[in-house]
Structures are given as structure tokens and as C-alpha cells.
């Protein structure tokens, strides 16, 4: 075991706060990375205030993190010392069931296991997060970060990236279709320049006119007014695929009527409330309502290798270890573009 530092939240009303406690050294098969930079999580914040009812305190947030390898164990063939590594929503899953042997960890029969606020398998307890120096995990879950892209903004890739990459993939996005994107925020923006690198042409989905210069400059064709009937009647019936990306309460409908026979609309926002489908919406051209959920950790590599390829890496804002109950704050009220990311030198050596 050593020592490590994080940011912790003690209970659901504490401000988080430097908290000491202990990384198990590397096994034979685990990868010891240096944490540089985290991305920050609307997840985060909801686990550390107890948003969802499972918080197990204390709490270490953090699942979008990049760092240096600093030591492997004797079975580790992936990863070396020095290698730039990256670290997302899972440590570990059960490894046996159906959608664990189809790389679909995420969707384990037995749950994942979450990089904070899980049952750590390995070490009894749970597990902490990326809002820390350091962190140990499995070579199966740790991923390759590519050299070419800046590190600060590949930190989201590891959760807003791939959560936006997995249906537009799955789905077959591709040249020549037609997308939609719900929101224009943490994931959104993400959604937008993905599908706009597959070759879609993409519109998004807003209530802010304002958004139409950052929307375009992200690579949409166009905004469309939400709340405006007669904009969003214009493309009645021509979407190919829609993600909705949008977490409040809000009306799916007028996004349904708006795809082709057999057109898809993805839900990858958590509204906290069930969503209202009239059943024409579906019946009327056989569309589908659907959701996804992060994604494997081959398919994570693969959204990772994709962005490379693309010069694709979310638009962040930097922040110090000291300051995330301000950013918090800021990010319930979208006061954001288009994501937190700490920087780790900022972690105070002791707590």
C-alpha cells in the first residue's frame, strides 16, 4: 500500500475537501498512473452530493483521467513506465458474462465495477477516483492516450467522448445522414464534432439562439429553435439519427416526429423524471426511442484513436484542485464551455 491525496466529499452537505488514504501497490497485472489532469463530471457532483441515493462516504470523484504510467506489475504486456495512460468510467466488471465477453463491460450482467464509489474487488472498500495524485487499476481498464492530442482536453473524451461516440457508432452514423444533437453542452459539443467527423451533417437542437456562432464553429450546419414550432417543423420527418443529450425535464416528442421512417432517437441524458412518449410519436413512421450507455473499454480505445485521427478533444476550462465546489456551482448553472478539467499539480501534496 502507499500513501495518496485526493479531494473528498465526507458527507452530502461537506464541501470536498483534501482527505489522505491508501492506493494498493501495483499486482501483477495492474498499472500505477500518475494522475495529471481529471475531467470533472456532472456525475461527480451528483455522487458527491448524494444526488442518487448511493453515495458511500468518503467519496473521491474522478472518471476522466489521463496521466504517466509510473509503475506496472510482472504481468503487465501493455502498458510500460512512462507511457501516457488513460483511466474512464469502469476498474473492472465481472469478465464472464455475455456482454462482458462481447466487450460490453459497461452493460455487465454482475454491474461494473465504477472507478469511485464501487465495490473494490481487490482491495474491500470502494473505490476512489481520479481527484487524486495517483491511482492503480487493472491493465484490462486502462486505456492508451495518443500522443498527438492535447492531454487537458482528452481528460472528457474518457466519459462525454465516448458517451456520445458509442450510439453514433453503433447506429452507423456515416456521410450522408442527417443528425441531430439535443444540447450544447458537456456532451453535446462532443456529439456535434463526432458526427460532424463521421461525415453526418449536423444540426443542434437548442433554446439559445445565441449558441448558432459556437454550434457552427464545432461543426453543425445549423441551429434549430426548440421551442420555435415552426423551425422544428421545417425538418419534419428528414433526421436519420437524433442524440438527446439534455439531463432536465423536457419534451421528446417534437424530436421523434422530426426523424425519417425508421429514424433513431438516442437518450444519453439522465432527466430525473421519466420522459413522456405519445405513441404515435413511434408508431406513426416505426421509429426507435432508445438510450446507450458509456461504452466498452476496446470501443473507448477505439473512440480514443478516432479523435486522434480527427484532432478531436473536448473544449475545456482549467481549474485548481482548490476551486471545484466554485465549478460545481457553475456547472449546474451551464456556466461552462464545454467542461472542467483540474489540473493535478494544483492537488496540495498532504491533507
Same mark, same amino acid.
Given at each position: 500500500?502507499? #500513501?495518496?491525496?485526493?479531494? +473528498? +466529499?465526507?458527507?452530502?452537505?461537506?464541501?470536498?475537501?483534501?482527505?489522505?488514504?491508501?492506493?494498493?501497490?501495483?499486482?501483477?497485472?495492474? @498499472?500505477?498512473?500518475?494522475?495529471?489532469?481529471?475531467?470533472?463530471?456532472?456525475?461527480?457532483?451528483?455522487?458527491?452530493?448524494?444526488?442518487?441515493?448511493?453515495?458511500?462516504?468518503?467519496?473521491?470523484?474522478?472518471?476522466?483521467?489521463?496521466?504517466?504510467?509510473? &509503475?506496472?506489475?510482472?504481468?503487465?504486456?501493455?502498458?510500460? @513506465?512512462?507511457?501516457?495512460?488513460?483511466?474512464?468510467?469502469?476498474?473492472?466488471?465481472?469478465?464472464?458474462?455475455?456482454?462482458?465477453?462481447?466487450?460490453?463491460?459497461?452493460?455487465?450482467?454482475?454491474?461494473?465495477?465504477?472507478?469511485?464509489?464501487?465495490?473494490?474487488?481487490? #482491495?474491500?472498500?470502494?473505490?476512489?477516483?481520479?481527484?487524486?495524485?495517483?491511482?492503480? @487499476?487493472?491493465? $484490462?481498464?486502462?486505456?492508451?492516450?495518443?500522443?498527438?492530442?492535447?492531454?487537458?482536453?482528452? =481528460?472528457?473524451?474518457?466519459?462525454?467522448?465516448?458517451?456520445?461516440? #458509442?450510439?453514433?457508432?453503433?447506429?452507423? @452514423?456515416?456521410?450522408?445522414?442527417?443528425?441531430?444533437?439535443?444540447?450544447?453542452?458537456?456532451?453535446?459539443?462532443?456529439?456535434?464534432?463526432?458526427?460532424?467527423?463521421?461525415?453526418?451533417?449536423?444540426?443542434?437542437?437548442?433554446? #439559445?439562439?445565441?449558441?448558432?456562432?459556437?454550434?457552427?464553429?464545432?461543426?453543425?450546419?445549423?441551429?434549430?429553435?426548440?421551442?420555435? &414550432?415552426?423551425?422544428?417543423?421545417?425538418?419534419?420527418?428528414?433526421?436519420?439519427?437524433?442524440? $438527446?443529450?439534455?439531463?432536465? $425535464?423536457?419534451?421528446?416528442?417534437?424530436?421523434?416526429? &422530426?426523424?425519417?421512417?425508421?429514424?433513431?432517437?438516442?437518450?444519453?441524458? =439522465?432527466?430525473?423524471?421519466?420522459?413522456?412518449? &405519445?405513441?404515435?410519436?413511434?408508431?406513426?413512421?416505426?421509429?426507435?426511442?432508445?438510450?446507450?450507455?458509456?461504452?466498452?473499454? !476496446?470501443?473507448?480505445?477505439?473512440?480514443?484513436?478516432?479523435? +486522434?485521427?480527427?484532432?478531436?478533444?473536448?473544449?475545456?476550462?482549467?481549474?485548481?484542485? !482548490?476551486?471545484?465546489?466554485?465549478?460545481?456551482?457553475?456547472?449546474?448553472?451551464?456556466?461552462?464551455?464545454?467542461?472542467?478539467?483540474? $489540473?493535478?499539480?494544483?492537488?496540495?501534496?498532504?491533507?
Amino acid at each position: 500500500m502507499f #500513501s495518496c491525496v485526493g479531494y +473528498a +466529499a465526507e458527507s452530502a452537505t461537506a464541501p470536498l475537501a483534501p482527505f489522505s488514504f491508501d492506493r494498493r501497490d501495483p499486482g501483477p497485472k495492474d @498499472v500505477q498512473i500518475d494522475i495529471i489532469y481529471c475531467g470533472v463530471c456532472h456525475s461527480d457532483l451528483h455522487q458527491a452530493r448524494n444526488e442518487w441515493h448511493n453515495t458511500v462516504f468518503p467519496c473521491v470523484p474522478g472518471h476522466e483521467i489521463v496521466g504517466r504510467v509510473k &509503475a506496472v506489475g510482472t504481468e503487465v504486456s501493455k502498458f510500460k @513506465v512512462g507511457d501516457l495512460a488513460g483511466v474512464g468510467c469502469m476498474v473492472d466488471s465481472c469478465r464472464s458474462c455475455e456482454n462482458c465477453r462481447d466487450g460490453l463491460e459497461q452493460y455487465c450482467n454482475n454491474g461494473f465495477v465504477g472507478t469511485y464509489n464501487g465495490p473494490d474487488k481487490t #482491495s474491500g472498500g470502494m473505490t476512489f477516483g481520479g481527484y487524486s495524485k495517483a491511482i492503480v @487499476v487493472d491493465q $484490462d481498464f486502462v486505456l492508451r492516450i495518443p500522443e498527438n492530442l492535447d492531454l487537458k482536453g482528452v =481528460a472528457p473524451l474518457l466519459c462525454a467522448g465516448i458517451t456520445t461516440y #458509442s450510439p453514433l457508432r453503433h447506429w452507423k @452514423v456515416t456521410k450522408g445522414q442527417k443528425v441531430g444533437v439535443v444540447g450544447l453542452g458537456g456532451l453535446g459539443h462532443m456529439a456535434v464534432k463526432i458526427a460532424h467527423a463521421m461525415g453526418a451533417e449536423v444540426y443542434l437542437f437548442t433554446t #439559445s439562439p445565441g449558441k448558432a456562432e459556437d454550434a457552427k464553429r464545432l461543426g453543425a450546419k445549423d441551429i434549430i429553435l426548440s421551442k420555435d &414550432a415552426e423551425a422544428v417543423a421545417k425538418h419534419a420527418e428528414s433526421f436519420d439519427f437524433i442524440i $438527446d443529450t439534455v439531463s432536465a $425535464d423536457h419534451d421528446v416528442n417534437g424530436y421523434l416526429n &422530426a426523424l425519417k421512417r425508421d429514424g433513431t432517437l438516442c437518450q444519453v441524458g =439522465a432527466p430525473t423524471d421519466p420522459l413522456k412518449v &405519445a405513441a404515435f410519436s413511434v408508431i406513426w413512421k416505426r421509429r426507435q426511442f432508445a438510450g446507450s450507455l458509456i461504452g466498452g473499454i !476496446a470501443e473507448t480505445q477505439e473512440m480514443l484513436d478516432f479523435c +486522434a485521427a480527427h484532432n478531436i478533444t473536448s473544449d475545456v476550462e482549467m481549474i485548481k484542485m !482548490a476551486d471545484i465546489e466554485t465549478a460545481y456551482e457553475r456547472m449546474v448553472k451551464s456556466d461552462v464551455k464545454y467542461r472542467f478539467v483540474i $489540473d493535478m499539480e494544483t492537488m496540495p501534496t498532504a491533507a
